[in-house]
T-cell receptor, first 111, second 112 residues
């Protein structure tokens, strides 16, 4: 069964500092990985997916199959980046394409 | 927002009462999902649907049932609510060329 691990529940950084949110996964096939962001009491929004390799709001994430990781990075954090971040893996078995989520990391960017 | 609306957005109910949450979509998407969000657990799949009258269980389906009699509506029912079902419930749909999953705004349910 697939599993997504986000080892940090809370992460605080100062504005302008680099930030890295860790995500590790276990999956027997070829994974499709995502990062979702949730601002306070709002819906989850897709931040990026590894297939598209886009940079959204300055965030990037590289899939490292050797280390089974998909860490989210931003070189210079902004206060508006404060939010809950979820790493998720898509299950390709059958046709459901369910998402399995990590437990989330609450990022706080301090002024 | 992928045309998803959830109702009610907030509800307080008593233990043992039935509760139904509604997810409505306007864009004819085939796949719909119900997740619950809890601290320390992230989001966990309750049930999903892949068409009218076609549903299947997710990771945490015990105590929940679903129905989809129309493409646009996916209902989640707690037959007899318990305090452990206090949570935030998110509906989601799968859409777009890349089959991206989009979420609704959430329904806050408190069982007292």
């Amino acid at each position: 069964a697939q599993r997504v691990t986000q080892p940090e529940k809370l992460l605080s950084v100062f504005k302008g500092a680099p930030v890295e949110l860790k995500c590790n996964y276990s999956y027997s096939g070829s994974p499709e990985l995502f990062w979702y962001v949730q601002y306070s009491r709002q819906r989850l929004q897709l931040l990026l997916r590894h297939i598209s390799r886009e940079s959204i709001k300055g965030f990037t994430a590289d899939l490292n199959k050797g280390e089974t990781s998909f860490h989210l990075k931003k070189p210079f954090a902004q206060e508006e980046d404060s939010a809950m971040y979820y790493c998720a893996l898509s299950d390709h078995s059958g046709s459901a394409r369910q998402l399995t989520f990590g437990s989330g990391t609450q990022l706080t960017v301090l002024p | 927002d992928a045309g998803i609306t959830q109702s009610p957005r907030h509800k307080v109910t008593e233990t043992g009462t039935p509760v139904t949450l509604r997810c409505h979509q306007t864009e004819n998407h085939r796949y719909m999902y119900w997740y619950r969000q809890d601290p320390g657990h992230g989001l966990r799949l309750i049930h999903y649907s892949y068409g009218v009258k076609d549903t299947d269980k997710g990771e945490v389906s015990d105590g929940y049932s679903v129905s989809r009699s129309k493409t646009e509506d996916f209902l989640l029912t707690l037959e007899s609510a318990t305090s452990s079902q206090t949570s935030v419930y998110f509906c989601a749909i799968r859409a777009g060329v890349e089959n991206t999953i989009y979420f609704g705004e959430g329904s806050w349910l408190t069982v007292v």
